[in-house]
């Protein structure tokens, strides 16, 4: 990227401190640190007084809004470039340049100046036809047909009045289309009024069964929530509907008062004057074939834009409550990967993560050896301890539950815990090259039941190693920008490791590889040199594996603990650079700089509580970092995440036939969603709480609410077999609407959503929630099963 003038670089700062509310100063201070390197966990949590505090939310916002900007600034200097070079920069038009604000904005004045094919208005000028078009527009009480008969010149290609007037028609509209002012009043007001129609492509009903709801679909474009405008993309990319946008209710009265607002700019009156007709058909034909066409495509751009903007937020936000789960921690763990005719995978692992046993059993259909596995099952745990016993949610996960509830009552000296977990991404991670590398004599399917047993134990740890897109916590995540999807959720992954901290003595090269400043080949050295000369015993000792220098050092050392070290403080978030202020903490206390009395300190809360912070600060540690090492150092290395519990499905209650409308149940959050949450009942099938119904105030975010992970108590409103949709409430007091005849809830769930007199607003909340087979379930089934 090109150096940027410090005036410049004022002005990003100004214009990015006051989007996240902080100081420029603030911004400036980032922006450097992030050119230098740093990550945002490093500055969130070791460079607070250098950032003035800002968390890192606002830094992650600061980083992609630094992005966008300073990619605006490389655009703005390349289009005022190409305009000099063409000789046509006037004062005006480098004004509006730098002013732009967005990309948009630069684009539209740069329209006109745009290299391309040559057009039929170049043609026509190159005619001579442009007076022509001149004229007629500053007097239209000629009559264009007699005009245009002095431009007809056969050897230029105008054989005809009428050829000629073409050429100017042609002249006109891509002027006006061109036109920066006027497309940016159009864009502006068509974002405000615009309604964004669907209907079917002819034929198309039976295969597009699904998308039933939008067949003929009318909604605010400024109003339609993300989840059901990226369904309605995602339907016209599969050629099921037919996408436009019109301004206001009515088609066909928006287009006139399009086409007015072109005429009012450009000047045209109709007064009945010879060439008002004339004008106006151009008026009409501009906004039909130049404006109307180019706005809906930026407006759908940009409104889609906005919708995976969403979508990737409510990804990351799932994928962080997902990976901070609470960790069962230290116990050997039975691992249950389920299956039937394919048999129910096992992995025992100890309470350090080793795998210790492996074997695959057929309790199930057709074999039904379910006494076999049970003995098979009790030999294992009562040799190798098991604590606990992790059964994937896939396919005969309730008959692999049942499973384990024996077990637990054939060997109750074991005292083990039974628990459902989400397998989500333990196939992708069975077949990748890190479980090769980590099992190399495995079979693929007993590596899943690896994962599943492990991410018991310590969910972060093992979901690092599973591409973030696939761990399927998402909406419509496959309908968005997979790269921006990705750095997204990268960055929520590296922000969840950073948070929690990681022994760097057991720590996986996946797991070391999210940590600040460590890219994946001095992770790996980092395991290399561990195997190599057994486990560290001093953060110092980092600083002798290949690769990872000074500077890395500064990034990570915070955040790698070690346990049981010749430095107790490496044990805890409190970075070696700011161990000198232990030190001043340790002679103020009248105590010895040494090992064993930072031990004695550590946790002595009545005297660490005593302590003004303001009493150990310098040039460099403010009192925002002290007071962070004084907590630290009463409570070291705490972890963030909740304490382990565990849901209990119901007995008996296995498939969605087993679910009756009142039924009260205990499940988990599974996916929490724009327009609802998810939870896993334990049928196979998840259900929908849909948000109305997830409290009994009104909630505007289901996430201000529910988590990914939460355990809920759920009562059954509605069930449809067939469509495998299941209503859910989490008011418990809901009433239980009346089952409906089959015949009559099809033609219900077929019928024209009618949100014309809305405008796209949700309907009204009543006193129970819409029922499962509505619009909203049903366009976001697929959305829970990652589509």
């Known amino acids: 990227m090109p150096e940027i003038s410090p005036q410049l670089a004022q002005h990003i700062a100004r214009t990015i401190a006051a989007e996240i509310g902080a100081q420029p100063a603030q911004a400036l201070s980032a922006i450097a640190l992030l050119d230098e390197g740093a990550t945002v966990p490093f500055i969130a949590r070791y460079r607070k007084e250098v950032t003035g505090g800002l968390d890192d939310t606002q830094l992650r916002n600061l980083e992609v809004r630094l992005t966008y900007l300073r990619e605006l600034e490389d655009r703005r200097a390349a289009v005022l470039s190409s305009i000099e070079e063409q000789g046509k920069m006037t004062d005006a038009l480098r004004a509006d340049i730098l002013g732009a604000d967005s990309k948009s904005r630069l684009e539209d004045l740069y329209l006109p100046y745009k290299i391309k094919r040559r057009t039929k208005a170049q043609i026509a000028r190159e005619a001579g036809l442009e007076p022509l078009a001149d004229s007629l527009l500053a007097d239209p009480s000629q009559t264009p047909e007699t005009v245009a008969a002095t431009f007809v010149d056969a050897d230029k290609g105008v054989a005809d009045p009428k050829a000629a007037l073409d050429g100017a028609r042609a002249i006109l509209m891509e002027r006006w289309g061109e036109d920066a002012a006027l497309v940016g009043q159009l864009r502006q007001w068509l974002t405000e009024v615009g309604v964004i ?33 990226l369904a309605l993309f995602r339907a016209r990319r599969e050629e099921i509907l037919f996408l436009d946008l019109d301004p206001g209710q009515e088609a066909d009265a928006g287009h006139l008062q399009a086409e007015g607002r072109v005429a009012h700019h450009v000047g045209v009156r109709v007064q009945g004057r010879p060439a008002d007709k004339w004008l106006g058909d151009t008026c009409r034909l501009t906004w039909k074939a130049k404006l109307h066409l180019h706005l809906m495509l930026d ?14 937020d409510v990804f990351g936000h799932n994928l962080k409550d997902l990976l901070l789960a609470a960790p069962a921690g230290p116990k050997a763990v039975l691992g249950l990967d389920p299956g039937l005719r394919t048999g129910v995978k096992v992995a025992v692992v100890d309470a350090t993560g080793k795998l210790v046993a492996t074997d695959t059993i057929y309790p199930h259909e057709p074999r039904r050896q379910w006494d076999q596995s049970l003995h098979t099952l009790r030999a294992l745990c009562t040799k190798h301890g098991v604590d606990l016993i992790s059964i994937g949610n896939g396919t005969a996960s309730r008959e692999t ?7 637990i009552k054939l060997a109750p000296e074991l005292k083990m815990q039974k628990i459902v977990v989400s397998e989500a991404g333990a196939s992708v991670y069975s077949a990748s090259e890190f479980a090769a590398k980590e099992f190399p004599d495995l079979d693929v399917s007993i590596r899943g039941a690896v994962s599943i047993a492990r991410r018991l134990q310590d969910p972060l740890a093992e979901l690092v190693k599973i591409e973030p ?14 790269y921006r999807l990705a750095r997204a959720l990268d960055a929520r992954v590296e922000d969840c490791v950073n948070a929690v901290g990681v022994d760097v003595n057991t720590a996986s090269a996946a797991l070391l590889t999210r940590v600040s400043g460590l890219s994946s080949t001095v992770a790996e050295n980092i395991v290399v040199y561990r195997d190599q000369n057994g486990a560290f015993r001093s953060r110092k000792e980092l600083l002798k594996v290949p690769r990872l220098g000074e500077k890395t050092f500064e990034q990570c050392a915070g955040f790698l603990r070690i346990a049981g070290g010749e430095q107790p403080l490496d044990a805890s978030s409190v970075h070696p650079e700011a161990y000198p202020v232990v030190e001043r903490i340790l002679k103020q206390c009248g105590r010895e700089v040494s090992a064993a009395e930072v031990k004695r300190v550590i946790g002595d809360a009545p005297l660490l509580r005593g302590l003004k912070p303001e009493q150990f600060t310098d040039e460099k540690f403010g009192v925002p970092t002290v007071r962070d090492i004084l907590k630290e150092l009463e409570k070291p290395g705490r972890d963030p995440r909740p304490e382990f519990k565990a849901a209990r499905f119901a007995d008996g209650v296995e498939d969605i036939k087993d679910l009756t409308p009142g039924m009260i149940l205990e499940g988990v959050i599974s996916n929490v969603a724009a327009f609802g949450a998810f939870v896993d009942i334990g049928v196979h099938q998840d259900g929908l709480i849909h948000i109305s119904a997830l409290s009994d105030k009104y909630v505007k975010d289901p996430r201000d609410v529910v988590k990914a992970g939460d355990i809920v108590k759920v009562r059954v409103l509605e069930v449809d077999i067939p469509r495998k949709r299941i209503a859910l409430t989490r008011r418990l007091d809901d009433a239980v609407p009346a089952p409906r005849p089959a015949g009559e809830r099809d033609a219900r769930a077929a019928a024209p959503r009618g949100r014309d007199a809305q405008g796209g607003r949700p309907p009204q909340r009543t006193s129970a929630p819409p029922p499962a087979n509505n619009a909203l379930a049903a366009a976001f089934a697929k959305a829970k099963q990652g589509g």
Do not use: M, N, W
Request: proline letters at 1%; hydrophobic letters at 35%; glycine letters at 8%.
């Open 197 to 229: 129609r669907a209907r079917v492509a002819e034929g198309k009903e039976t295969e597009g069964a699904k998308y039933r709801d939008y067949f003929d679909h009318a909604e605010s474009l400024a109003k339609i929530p993300s989840h059901r405008l």
């Open 299 to 312: 407006l759908f751009g940009q409104a889609r834009e906005k919708a995976e903007a969403e979508a990737i």
């Open 469 to 482: 897109k696939a761990i399927g916590v998402g909406q419509y995540q496959h309908d968005v920008d997979q």
């Open 401 to 407: 539950d049942k499973l384990a509830g024996d077990l």
